[in-house]
Nanobody, 120 residues
Framework: QVQLVESGGGLVQPGGSLRLSCAAS????????MGWYRQAPGKQRELVAH???????NYRDSVKGRFTISRDNAKNTVDLQMNSLKLEDTAVYYC??????????????WGQGTQVIVSS
């Protein structure tokens, strides 16, 4: 199973930027889709951005134009660049490795999460 470790969260003011990184172990990283999710207090976990093995991306509407997902298959990392952060972006952000996108699988892997707090 792929192991995932996120980093880069923190406290930022509205309008600021953060870059999250997810480091993965496992030889199949490059052939699997990856995603960033987030979960705010009292809310369900939601997909923020997804990137295919070939680099195709998609985003939830609320982050389009502000967030960018990217991957480096040589380093086994997937990053989430977050710009123009808003109060409503506050959440715990999770990295996910898909066994077989888009079908949820018990073989999917999740990171432990990294907290992002947007506050003035």
């Amino acid at each position: 199973q792929v192991q995932l470790v996120e980093s880069g969260g923190g406290l930022v003011q509205p309008g600021g930027s953060l870059r999250l990184s997810c480091a993965a172990s496992g030889s199949t990283f490059s052939i699997n889709a990856m995603g960033w999710y987030r979960q705010a207090p009292g809310k369900q976990r939601e997909l923020v951005a997804h990137i295919s093995s070939g680099g195709d991306t998609n985003y939830r509407d609320s982050v389009k134009g502000r967030f960018t997902i990217s991957r480096d298959n040589a380093k086994n990392t997937v990053d989430l660049q977050m710009n123009s952060l808003k109060l409503e972006d506050t959440a715990v952000y999770y990295c996910r490795w898909y066994y077989s996108w888009p079908v949820p699988s018990r073989y999917d892997s999740w990171g432990q999460g990294t907290q992002v707090i947007v506050s003035s």
